[in-house]
C-alpha cells in the first residue's frame, strides 16, 4: 500500500533521514522503532506532507503523493494520529470525532453510526462524549485522537508515539486497543519509542538510528535480538559471567 | 431617569457597533493571528456602498445591506490574498501590519475617488424622529442596530458551533495541523474567517451610517477604538467582544454627557492601556503558556 | 581602508553649505529643513522598529509631545530655546517611558494598538487643553531664534538642524555598532536565547523606547520652528503611518536610507501633484510594494546595485552607503589558531573563562556542589512535568540527565535557567534561591545553557554571537557609547579579544567574520557552547549538544566537555547519545514521567531493568533483554 524509497528529508539545516527505504503492505501492521532524535517523527511528518524530501519517493497505491498538501493526503484516507495527540481542546469528544470525518461524503446516519463505532472501541469517550477534550486525561486524549483518525475511514493509520506521556497501566490500554485495531484488519505504520510494545503489534519492524533504516525483520524476530536494545542504550558492557 | 436611560440605550447601540467590528477582529485573530488594520475603511466602504445603492440608485435598505455584505467579502478575499498571506509569509509582524495599514490607506483614497471628499448624510430606513418608549425617547436606528448586531452575532456563533464549517473553522483557530490532518483544507479556512470579518465590517457600516455621516473619514476612528474593544474584552472571545464594547460606547456617552465632547474617545483607549497592564489577554481572555 | 572614513565625513560638513548654492528660501528652508528635522525623528524610529523589532503607530504623540512643550515654553514662559529644546526631549523621553512600561510587556499586534491609542489621546488632550495648548486654534506667536549676532531664522535655521541631524544619525549609528545594538539584534532574533545569555529583554527595549522618544521629542522642538505654527490636526495617526514609510521606503537600520525615505515622503507630495488626489493610494501601494519586493528598502536596493558595478574590482570597498552593520572582525591579528581541535589554553580570553569557579565560588575544591535542587515540581495545569526532583551538580563534574521522549529533561532545564517557574521545590546556587529568578539573572549569576534546537542569533556574525555571550563585561553603559569615550572603545575592544580566544578554543578561531547561520551544523553547536563560555558560567547546561552530529563532531564535543570539567565548571549534559553520555559522565540521572527511577554510575544504569523498562517498554521476552551475550 505504501512504499517509501530512498527518502531523504532536512530538517532546517540537519539532515534527518539518510535515504529511508520501507514498506506497508496491505493489512500489514508495521512499525518504525528508535530513540529519540532518531528520526521517527520526521518521517511520519513528510509521509503527511508536512516536510517536503529532498530525494526519494512515496507512493500510495503506486501514485506518488510527494507534493500534497496535508488535508489532500488526509483525504485520500491516511490517518496521522500525531505524537502529542493535538486533540482540539475546547471542542467536545463528540466533535472532535465528527471533525475527523469533515472530508467524507456523508449522510447524518453513517456518521453517527461510526461516531457509536469508536465508543464500543473506546467505552471511556462514550461516558464523555460532550466533555471538552481538553479536560480529559492523557490516556483519554490518545483514545480520542485515534478514535478521531477512524472517524477518516482510513486506509491506512499512521500513529506518532502513541505511548508518549501515558502511565503504564494507560499504555497497556491503548496497545491494546491496537491489537484489536489490527484484529480487524487495518493497515497500521506505528512509530514508537517503547520498543518492545511495538513489536508486541507489528508484524514487520524497522529500527531507526540517526536517519537510518540499521535493522529489519519480522517482529518476532527483532523482540529477541539485543541489537534493539543496543539502539536506545549504547552498547552496554557484557554482564559480569554468572 | 428617561436622561439616563436614553443614554444607556444610544451608549449601548454605539457599543454594539464596535462590538461588530471587535468580533470581526476576533475572527481572523483566532484563525490567522492578525488583525485587521484597514477594518475601519471596510466599513467605510459598505457604509458608501450602501448610500449609492439606497440613496442613489433608490433600491431600498434592505439592498443596500446585502450589497455592502457583498463589497466586504470581496474585500475580504483581496484582504487576505495581496495583504495577509504575503506577509505571514515574511513571517515578521510589522510586515501585515503595515500592510494592512496600506491597504487601508489605499482604501481611502479610492473612497475619495469615487465618492469624493465630502461628508453626505444616509437616509434613515426607519425614519428620522425618534421613538416614544414611555418616557423614554431613542431613534429607531439605534434600536434597529442593537437588533441586528445582535442578530449577527448570535446567527454567527451558532453557525460556529452547530455545522460543521463552524466548528472546522474552531478547529483551525486552535491546532491548524491537527485540522490539516483531519482534512480540512486550512489556507482556505483561513480567507473564510476574513471574508466573513470584512462583510461584517460593511454591514456595520451601513447599520451605523444614519446615525452620523458618511463620508471617506468615518472609519478611521471606528476601526480604532473597536480594537480598543476587542484587547479590553478579550480578543478571542466573544462574549468578551459584546462586553468590551458596551463597556467603551457606555463609557463615551457618558464621557461626552457629563464631562466633554472632546474627551469622549480617552476614557476608552486609558481603559485599553490599564488591561494591557493588568491583563494583556483581556477580560475574558485566556492566558496561554509558550513552550520553549 | 582609509578611504571611505575620510570621503564620508567630508561629504557630511559640504553637504552644511548647501543652502549657499541656492538662495531659494522656499525650497531650502522648507524642504531641506523639514528633511533634517523628520530625518532626527525616522532615526530615533528606527532604533524601535528596525533595531528592536517592535512596531509603533504612536510616534506623532511623541513627536507631539516635544513639540509642544517647546512650543509652549517659549510661547508663555519666553524660555530661550536651548532650555525649551531641552525640556521637550526630557517630556518626549518621559512620554516614551509612559508609553513603553505598558506597551512593551505586550508584543506584536497588541503593542502596535496601545501606541495608537496613545497617539490618540495625546492628539485629543492636546485639542481639549485649551489653556495650556491653546486647543485647536494651535500656537502661534513663536519667539524668533535670534540670539544677538546668531540668526536661525529663514535660510538659516538649516545651520542648525543639519549638525543636529547629523549628530543624531551618529548617535543612532554609534549605538547601533555597539554593545546595545548587538543587544537589540540578538532580541529580535531569539528573544529567549537572548535573555539566557544574560540580557534582559525588557530593560534594552524600553532602553530603545525612551530614546526613540527623545528623538521624537527633539524633532518636535525642532519642528516648532520651521513654520513657526503648530496645531492639532498635525500630529495625527497619519503623521505616525507616514514616519513608518518614510523609514521603510527608504530602509531600516541605515543611514543613507533614514535620509533617502524622508526625503522621498516629503518631495514626492510635491512632485506628484498633478496626482496629489492620488498620493495616498500611491504610498500605500509603494510600501505594499516595499513590503513584499524591497523589504530592504531603497538604500539597501541601492547598496546593492552598487555593490553590483564594483563587483571584480577586488580591494576597492567603494563609497557603498553607511548601513549600520557592526564591525566585520576582519582584525588580522584576532585571527586565532586554524579551526579544527580546541586550542591549548592560551591567550588572554581562555584563562578567562572559569574565571568565577577557579575565583571563589568553590573554595571546597573539585565535587563541592554547585547548583543543587531540592523537591523541584512544575505542573502545567493538571500535568506533573517534573515531580520532586533532586539534583545535584558539581564542580569539575559531569551530571547526564537522560530518560524517554517527554520524561521532563528539556522542562528541567528550562526550570534550571529560568525559563519556566517551579510550581513547587527550590534551586540553590552559590547561596541563592533561584526559583523566581528571570533568565538573564540567571546567566549574570553563572549558569549559562545552550539549546536542543540550535538558538544562535543567525544574522550574526559567529564573532558577534559570542560578543552577546560577552554582554556582561559592558559596564560603560549608555553615554560612553553615544559620546565614543576612550573607555567605551576599550571595553569593546577588550570583548572582541576575549571573544576571539573563546571561538579559537572551541576551534572555530578562522570562522569569526562567517554569518552564524551558514556554518554547519556541527560548527554551530561549538558556537552556542563558545557563546555560553562568554558568560563566564561556574555551570553549564547542554541541551543535546550531540544530536545531529556526526561521530567526528561528537569526538570534538567530548574533548571539550573533557576540558571544561578539568578547569572545574560543573555540567549538566541531556542526551541521547548513550556512547557519549556512557564515556562522559561522571553521574546520570535518570527521568521517566518527571520522576527520578535511577541514578548512578554510567554503567550501572545503563544495566538497571527500571531503566531498560521505561525507555523500551515492559517485556514479555524478559529473558531476551539479559540475552546480551
Known amino acids: 500500500m505504501l512504499e517509501i524509497a530512498g527518502l531523504v528529508v532536512n530538517y532546517g539545516l540537519v539532515r534527518a ?37 529532498v530525494a526519494g519517493s512515496i507512493t500510495l497505491h503506486g501514485s506518488s503523493i510527494v507534493g500534497l498538501r496535508p488535508h489532500q493526503i488526509a483525504r485520500l484516507r491516511v490517518a496521522h494520529v500525531p505524537e502529542g495527540r493535538h486533540v482540539f481542546p475546547d471542542q467536545s469528544v463528540h466533535d ?15 456518521i453517527d453510526d461510526d461516531c457509536e463505532s469508536v465508543f464500543e472501541l473506546f467505552p471511556r469517550l462514550k461516558d464523555r462524549r460532550g466533555q471538552l477534550a481538553g479536560t480529559l486525561s492523557g490516556g483519554e486524549q490518545q483514545m480520542l485522537a485515534i478514535g478521531r483518525a477512524l472517524m477518516l475511514k482510513p486506509a491506512m493509520m499512521m500513529l506518532d508515539e502513541p505511548s508518549m506521556g501515558l502511565a503504564p497501566l494507560l499504555i497497556e490500554e491503548v496497545f491494546r486497543r491496537l491489537l484489536e485495531l489490527k484484529r480487524r484488519g487495518i493497515t497500521m505504520l506505528l512509530v514508537e519509542q517503547l520498543a518492545y510494545r511495538a513489536l508486541e503489534v507489528a508484524d514487520y519492524a524497522f529500527v531507526i538510528e540517526h536517519g537510518r533504516i540499521e535493522l529489519q525483520g519480522p517482529a518476532a524476530e527483532l523482540q529477541r535480538d539485543p541489537r534493539v536494545r543496543a539502539a536506545y542504550l549504547g552498547n552496554a558492557a557484557p554482564p559480569p559471567s554468572s | 431617569m428617561a436622561d439616563l436611560i436614553q443614554l444607556i440605550l444610544s451608549g449601548v447601540a454605539l457599543g454594539m457597533i464596535y462590538a461588530l467590528l471587535a468580533f470581526g477582529y476576533s475572527i481572523t485573530f483566532s484563525t490567522s493571528r492578525t488583525i485587521n488594520f484597514a477594518q475601519g475603511e471596510f466599513l467605510m466602504l459598505g457604509a458608501l456602498t450602501g448610500l449609492t445603492v439606497d440613496a442613489r440608485l433608490h433600491l431600498g435598505y434592505v ?24 506577509a505571514l509569509r515574511t513571517g515578521s509582524t510589522v510586515a501585515w501590519v503595515l500592510a494592512t495599514v496600506a491597504l487601508g490607506i489605499v482604501a481611502r483614497n479610492a473612497a475619495e475617488r469615487i465618492w469624493g471628499t465630502d461628508d453626505s448624510s444616509f437616509p434613515a430606513p426607519l425614519g428620522s424622529e425618534p421613538m416614544h418608549l414611555g418616557p423614554v425617547r431613542v431613534l429607531p436606528q439605534e434600536v434597529l442596530i442593537i437588533g441586528v448586531a445582535a442578530l449577527i452575532m448570535i446567527v454567527v456563533e451558532v453557525f460556529r458551533r452547530r455545522s460543521i464549517w463552524g466548528k472546522a473553522v474552531t478547529a483551525v483557530a486552535a491546532d491548524n495541523e491537527a485540522a490539516a490532518l483531519a482534512g480540512i483544507n486550512v489556507p482556505v ?12 465590517a460593511a454591514v456595520s457600516g451601513v447599520l451605523v451610517a444614519p446615525l452620523t455621516l458618511a463620508g471617506p473619514t468615518m472609519g478611521t476612528l471606528l476601526g480604532t477604538k473597536a480594537y480598543a474593544v476587542a484587547i479590553v474584552g478579550g480578543l478571542q472571545s466573544g462574549i468578551g467582544v459584546i462586553v468590551g464594547g458596551l463597556l467603551i460606547g457606555l463609557c463615551e456617552q457618558f464621557t461626552a454627557r457629563y464631562i466633554s465632547t472632546g474627551y469622549k474617545d480617552t476614557p476608552g483607549f486609558i481603559l485599553l492601556i490599564l488591561i494591557l497592564l493588568i491583563k494583556p489577554a483581556g477580560i475574558f481572555g485566556k492566558r496561554s503558556i509558550k513552550k520553549v | 581602508m582609509a578611504r571611505p572614513r575620510i570621503v564620508l565625513p567630508l561629504l557630511a560638513v559640504a553637504c552644511c553649505f548647501v543652502p549657499l548654492l541656492t538662495g531659494n528660501e522656499y525650497y531650502v528652508h522648507s524642504v531641506l529643513s523639514k528633511v533634517c528635522v523628520y530625518t532626527i525623528v525616522i532615526a530615533g524610529l528606527d532604533l524601535v522598529v528596525g533595531y528592536s523589532g517592535d512596531v509603533s503607530v504612536g510616534h506623532a504623540g511623541l513627536f507631539a509631545a516635544g513639540a509642544y512643550t517647546t512650543a509652549i515654553l517659549m510661547w508663555k514662559l519666553h524660555l530661550p530655546f536651548p532650555l525649551a529644546a531641552l525640556a521637550g526631549i526630557a517630556i518626549g523621553a518621559l512620554f516614551g517611558l509612559l508609553l513603553g512600561v505598558p506597551a512593551l510587556r505586550l508584543s506584536g499586534p497588541y503593542l502596535a494598538v496601545a501606541t495608537i491609542a496613545f497617539g490618540l489621546i495625546v492628539q485629543t488632550f492636546v485639542n481639549e487643553a485649551v489653556s495650556l495648548t491653546n486647543g485647536s486654534q494651535g500656537i502661534r506667536d513663536i519667539p524668533p531664534l535670534r540670539y544677538g549676532p546668531i540668526d536661525f531664522e529663514g535660510n538659516h535655521f538649516y545651520y542648525l538642524v543639519y549638525p543636529l541631524m547629523v549628530l543624531s544619525l551618529l548617535a543612532v549609528h554609534r549605538l547601533a555598532v555597539s554593545y546595545w545594538g548587538r543587544a537589540f539584534a540578538a532580541l529580535k532574533e531569539n528573544a529567549v536565547a537572548a535573555e539566557c545569555s544574560g540580557i534582559s529583554r525588557y530593560r534594552y527595549k524600553l532602553g530603545a523606547f525612551i530614546l526613540s522618544a527623545a528623538f521624537a521629542g527633539l524633532g518636535g522642538a525642532l519642528f516648532v520652528h520651521i513654520d513657526k505654527y503648530i496645531g492639532p490636526p498635525t500630529f495625527s495617526e497619519q503623521l505616525s503611518i507616514l514616519f513608518l514609510i518614510a523609514l521603510i521606503f527608504g530602509g531600516v537600520r541605515s543611514i543613507a536610507g533614514n535620509i533617502i525615505g524622508t526625503f522621498l515622503v516629503i518631495v514626492l507630495p510635491d512632485v506628484f501633484n498633478a496626482v496629489a488626489d492620488y498620493q495616498l493610494m500611491i504610498f500605500g501601494g509603494l510600501l505594499l510594494f516595499t513590503l513584499y519586493f524591497v523589504p530592504q528598502g531603497i538604500a539597501g536596493v541601492l547598496q546593492a546595485a552598487t555593490r553590483w558595478m564594483l563587483r571584480g574590482r577586488a580591494g576597492l570597498r567603494g563609497l557603498s552607503l553607511p548601513h549600520r552593520e557592526p564591525m566585520p572582525a576582519g582584525d588580522a591579528r584576532l585571527a586565532g589558531p586554524g579551526d579544527g581541535a580546541p586550542a591549548a589554553a592560551g591567550g588572554n580570553g581562555v584563562d578567562a573563562i572559569a574565571t568565577r569557579t577557579l575565583a571563589g565560588l568553590d573554595p571546597a575544591g573539585r565535587g563541592a556542589g554547585l547548583l543543587t535542587t531540592h523537591d523541584l515540581t512544575i505542573a502545567f495545569g493538571g500535568l506533573v512535568a517534573v515531580n520532586k526532583l533532586n539534583l545535584e551538580i558539581r564542580a569539575g563534574q559531569v551530571h547526564a540527565l537522560i530518560g524517554p521522549n517527554g520524561s521532563g529533561k528539556s ?22 534561591d533561584l526559583e523566581r529568578a528571570s533568565p538573564h539573572l540567571i546567566s549574570r549569576l553563572g549558569v549559562a545553557r545552550t539549546f536542543q534546537n540550535v538558538a544562535l542569533f543567525g544574522e550574526m556574525t559567529v564573532l558577534e554571537n559570542v560578543l552577546v555571550g560577552l554582554h556582561h563585561t559592558f559596564k560603560g553603559g549608555l553615554l560612553p557609547v553615544l559620546l565614543g569615550t576612550r573607555r567605551a572603545r576599550r571595553e569593546e575592544r577588550e570583548a572582541r579579544r576575549r571573544a576571539q580566544a573563546l571561538l579559537a578554543f572551541v576551534g572555530l578561531g578562522a570562522l569569526g567574520a562567517e554569518r552564524a547561520r551558514s556554518l554547519p551544523y556541527g560548527k554551530q553547536r561549538l558556537l552556542e557552547i563558545a557563546r555560553a563560555l562568554a558568560q563566564d558560567p561556574a555551570v553549564i547546561l547542554l541541551d543535546e549538544p550531540a544530536a545531529g552530529l556526526t561521530s567526528g563532531e561528537i569526538a570534538a564535543v567530548d574533548a571539550l566537555i573533557d576540558t571544561l570539567r578539568a578547569r572545574g565548571i560543573g555540567i549538566l549534559l541531556i542526551e541521547h547519545h548513550m556512547d557519549l553520555v556512557m564515556a562522559v559522565s561522571d553521574e546520570v540521572t535518570v527521568l521517566d514521567f518527571g520522576q527520578r527511577i535511577a541514578r548512578g554510575k554510567p554503567e550501572e544504569v545503563q544495566r538497571d531493568e527500571r531503566v531498560i523498562s521505561a525507555y523500551l517498554g515492559t517485556t514479555v521476552h524478559q529473558g531476551a533483554a539479559a540475552a546480551d551475550a
Do not use: W
Not at chain 3, 412 to 430: E, K, M, Q
Open chain 1, 17 to 53: 533521514l539518510h535515504g529511508v527505504s520501507l514498506r506497508v503492505g496491505d493489512g500489514q501492521a508495521v512499525c518504525v522503532i528508535g530513540s529519540n532524535g532518531a528520526g521517527k517523527t520526521t518521517l511520519l511528518r513528510t509521509i503527511s506532507g508536512f516536510l517536503a524530501p
Open chain 1, 96 to 110: 472532535n470525532l465528527l471533525l475527523g470525518a469533515f472530508s467524507r461524503r456523508r449522510s447524518r446516519a453513517e
Open chain 2, 63 to 86: 439592498m443596500a445591506v446585502a450589497a455592502a455584505a457583498g463589497v466586504g467579502a470581496l474585500l475580504g478575499v483581496v484582504l487576505e490574498r495581496v495583504a495577509i498571506r504575503p
Open chain 2, 189 to 200: 479556512t483561513i480567507t473564510a474567517s476574513f471574508v466573513i470579518s470584512s462583510a461584517i
Open chain 3, 411 to 432: 522542562t528541567t532545564v528550562n526550570l534550571l535557567s529560568g525559563i519556566y517557574r517551579p510550581t513547587g521545590g527550590s534551586i540553590r546556587f552559590a547561596g541563592r
